[in-house]
């Protein structure tokens, strides 16, 4: 006797249903990486300008470290020129020729020029050292976004070494101012 074969086809077999079925959820259940995609293409770009951002203030920086520089050599030439006269006033014998007057006046304009430039200065130093670290903690908790959390350390810590600097600065300043 011949054993007889189920009428229903192979598309028809319950398994196989199973198996569509599973496979149709599996795809549904994938996640997409396009939002990915999209993520991290947002922040390369995020990076890119913060980047950039970074290179605009080092070049400020740089500016700024320029004429600080200039304006101490100015300072320095001023106060060479100033013990200058200071050295040939102790010489001249006070008279009351109009030269003598003349140079008298020239002193006291190139003192009050001193006092400009230097009141000039430590505003500018202290304009400097405010941006610089305002500069610092921006690079540091961009470095800190970005995942390079030991650099923004090595950045914090040089904020703290320029507090130091700017405290022994204003000593230093102080015991010129009594000297």
């Given at each position: 006797?011949?054993?007889?074969?189920?009428?229903?086809?192979?598309?028809?077999?319950?398994?196989?249903?199973?198996?569509?079925?599973?496979?149709?959820?599996?795809?549904?259940?994938?996640p997409s990486i396009e939002p990915e995609l999209r993520e991290k293409a947002r922040l390369d770009a995020e990076i890119a300008r913060y980047e950039e951002e970074l290179e605009r203030y080092r070049g400020l920086v740089q500016k700024q470290q320029e004429e600080m520089e200039r304006l101490r050599k100015e300072n320095e030439q001023l106060?060479?020129?100033?013990?200058?006269?200071?050295?040939?006033?102790?010489?001249?014998?006070?008279?009351?020729?109009?030269?003598?007057?003349?140079?008298?006046?020239?002193?006291?304009?190139?003192?009050?020029?001193?006092?400009?430039?230097?009141?000039?200065?430590?505003?500018?130093?202290?304009?400097?050292?405010?941006?610089?670290?305002?500069?610092?903690?921006?690079?540091?908790?961009?470095?800190?976004?970005?995942?390079?959390?030991?650099?923004?350390?090595?950045?914090?810590?040089?904020?703290?070494?320029?507090?130091?600097?700017?405290?022994?600065?204003?000593?230093?300043?102080?015991?010129?101012?009594?000297?």
């Open positions: 006797m011949k054993s007889e074969r189920p009428k229903r086809s192979v598309a028809d077999m319950d398994v196989l249903q199973d198996i569509r079925g599973l496979l149709s959820t599996a795809q549904k259940g994938k106060v060479t020129n100033l013990s200058l006269l200071h050295s040939n006033k102790a010489e001249v014998p006070p008279s009351p020729n109009a030269e003598a007057e003349a140079l008298n006046r020239e002193i006291a304009e190139l003192k009050a020029q001193k006092y400009e430039l230097s009141s000039g200065l430590c505003e500018l130093e202290e304009l400097l050292q405010l941006k610089l670290r305002e500069l610092l903690k921006r690079i540091a908790s961009v470095l800190q976004e970005i995942g390079a959390g030991e650099v923004a350390i090595e950045f914090r810590r040089a904020m703290d070494s320029l507090e130091d600097v700017e405290n022994c600065a204003y000593f230093l300043r102080e015991l010129l101012k009594e000297g």
